[in-house]
T-cell receptor
Framework: EAGVAQSPRYKIIEKRQSVAFWCNPI?????LYWYQQILGQGPKLLIQ????????DSQLPKDRFSAERLKGVDSTLKIQPAKLEDSAVYLC????????????????FGPGTRLTVL | RKEVEQDPGPFNVPEGATVAFNCTYS??????FFWYRQDCRKEPKLLMS???SGNEDGRFTAQLNRASQYISLLIRDSKLSDSATYLC???????????FGTGTRLLVSP
């Protein structure tokens, strides 16, 4: 079974530039998550989708970050404009279970996109 | 106070040693608990869920103390391949949102 795919794997940009990350979850997984993992910290949830709807984006800095999952399958996360503190690994994860209907299901993570903002 | 707290380590142990990690959580509404493993420059992967009665998977034992709001992970007979960061993760009932601790780094040496 194919895992969660992400691209690009690495990205280096200058501050104030824009960047976009792409994620393709495991086939059939209704729930998709974007996490930010800063060096030395655990992953922090940015946004959670159920199919193509947003379930939780309370920790997404909406003045500069946006995400979409238009067809309920793959998703993009965009940062515009980037700041130095956005340097991190951006992890995408997916799971089968629909929120609220059952307990948490295993989340499967993609390899991440390592972003460096100079 | 952080929602999930862990000692970042690193814990340096020789092969064959037994090592234990603890994690505390602040939200008493947390219902589900997990340990994830993250290798250097890799994505997190589920190691094991943590059940109220405690559970074991080979050399790994996880325990939960709801009264004190802490979770533990015990690794027996450490292997070099156990070197990684171990992330404590909690979840509230009815929510798919996982809250991760900062992780505890384990280094097993020959």
């Amino acid at each position: 079974e194919a895992g969660v795919a992400q691209s690009p794997r690495y990205k280096i940009i200058e501050k104030r530039q824009s960047v976009a990350f792409w994620c393709n979850p495991i086939s059939g997984h209704a729930t998709l998550y974007w996490y930010q993992q800063i060096l030395g910290q655990g992953p922090k949830l940015l946004i959670q989708f159920q199919n193509n709807g947003v379930v939780d984006d309370s920790q997404l800095p909406k003045d500069r970050f946006s995400a979409e999952r238009l067809k309920g399958v793959d998703s993009t996360l965009k940062i515009q404009p980037a700041k130095l503190e956005d340097s991190a690994v951006y992890l995408c994860a997916s799971s089968l279970v629909i929120p609220g209907l059952a307990g948490p299901d295993t989340q499967y993570f993609g390899p991440g996109t390592r972003l460096t903002v100079l | 106070r952080k929602e999930v707290e862990q000692d970042p380590g690193p814990f340096n142990v020789p092969e064959g040693a037994t090592v234990a990690f603890n994690c505390t959580y602040s939200n008493s509404a947390s219902q589900s608990f997990f340990w994830y493993r993250q290798d250097c420059r890799k994505e997190p992967k589920l190691l094991m869920s943590v059940y109220s009665s405690g559970n074991e998977d080979g050399r790994f034992t996880a325990q939960l103390n709801r009264a004190s709001q802490y979770i533990s992970l015990l690794i027996r007979d450490s292997k070099l391949s156990d070197s990684a960061t171990y992330l404590c993760v909690v979840n509230k009932k009815g929510f798919q949102k996982l809250v991760f601790g900062t992780g505890t780094r384990l280094l097993v040496s020959p």
